[in-house]
């Protein structure tokens, strides 16, 4: 249901259940989750590409058709990843396609949102009596602002790629056969990068977010874990004599 493809520090994770448009069964959510924590676990492993196979469908959330209904959801959240808070790496978004729901919900939870010119996206939920609970009625406000995003979530407004660029969630539309070598390539620069410092960015924001104002956000960052372990880092020290040298740096993410 989940196809893991490892290259060198990137990893890509597929949604492969075509026959139900991606959509997610409990078991395909515990599996994703698994394949998280992999990737989270392996200090070689340095950023993610999550995305649905064929070219119609990245996931159209919940497999409210599934036998499953009354199966324990991952702590983790739907798909292993929308209520996991405490990730430390970057994952890319590469929506090929319909990203409804949960669906919608998954992308959202992704750093990084790259998206086919075919996409499209929506919180469907009240149609069938149902909320976007997985974290879309609160990250999209948080991406779009309030006002925007509520129109689309009281019309369970579906919006296209371009629409959705132009709103603010995401960050680039591509041709379909494009999107998968740019979130590749995206992936490589990223992975290029300090990791500890990327971690320590993805951190930052994420935290800084949570406090109610600049000023306290940039006295409270200095305390931060993350921004401490690159304060007395190797890379730190590594990526000054590499510069100073005039030579590429050689990361050791400590």
Excluded: Y
């Excluded at 996206?121 to 925007?148: D, Q, S, V």
């Excluded at 009281?154 to 999107?179: H, P």
Aim: proline fraction near 6%; glycine fraction near 10%.
């Amino acid at each position: 249901m989940i196809e893991v493809e490892r290259d060198g520090p990137v990893t890509c994770l597929t949604i492969a259940r075509p026959e139900v448009r991606n959509a997610l069964s409990v078991s395909a959510s515990l599996e994703l989750s698994a394949a998280i924590d992999a990737f989270e676990a392996d200090a070689t492993a340095r950023v993610a590409i999550l995305t649905g196979s064929g070219t119609t469908c990245f996931c159209a959330g919940a497999d409210l058709k599934s036998r499953e209904a009354g199966a324990a959801a991952p702590a983790t959240g739907f798909g292993g990843l929308t209520f996991r808070f405490d990730r430390t790496k970057p994952i890319i978004a590469a929506v090929n396609g319909v990203a409804f729901g949960g669906g919608f919900e998954l992308a959202l939870a992704c750093d990084l949102i790259l998206a086919a010119d075919t996409a499209s996206f929506a919180l469907p939920e009240p149609r069938r009596g149902l909320i976007a609970a997985a974290g879309g009625l609160h990250r999209l406000p948080r991406a779009i602002g309030e006002k925007r995003a509520l129109g689309l979530i009281l019309m369970a407004r579906a919006v296209s790629a371009i629409e959705g660029e132009r709103l603010g969630f995401v960050n680039e539309v591509l041709a379909s056969d494009a999107l998968l070598p740019r979130a590749r390539a995206l992936a490589a620069e990223i992975s290029a990068l300090a990791p500890l410092a990327i971690r320590a960015s993805l951190d930052a924001v994420r935290r800084g977010l949570a406090e109610p104002s600049l000023e306290a956000a940039m006295r409270a960052q200095p305390d931060w874990p993350s921004v401490k372990a690159v304060r007395g880092s190797q890379d730190r020290r590594e990526g000054i004599e590499a510069f100073r040298e005039g030579r590429p740096p050689v990361w050791r993410g400590r």
